[in-house]
């Protein structure tokens, strides 16, 4: 996989990351919650991995 793809791929990660914001701003979402946090926790860490990997791909 070159650089360019594994960009893109950050770029959806990270408008996905966007969504799960969305989420967490609706007030009936209830237990789920803790479901999404988790999932942001997760993409942040993926998302700053990537920009410890790659520092000069990380700068879109």
Known sequence: MDIQAI????STV???R???LSLLEQPS???LRVDV???LE???DLI?????TLPEAGNN
């Open 7 to 10: 960009k893109d791929r950050i």
């Open 29 to 31: 979402l209830g237990t």
């Open 48 to 52: 700053d991995e990537f920009k410890r």
């Open 18 to 20: 966007e969504r799960l």
């Open 42 to 44: 997760e993409l942040d």
């Open 37 to 39: 946090n988790q999932a």
């Open 14 to 16: 990270q408008g996905k």
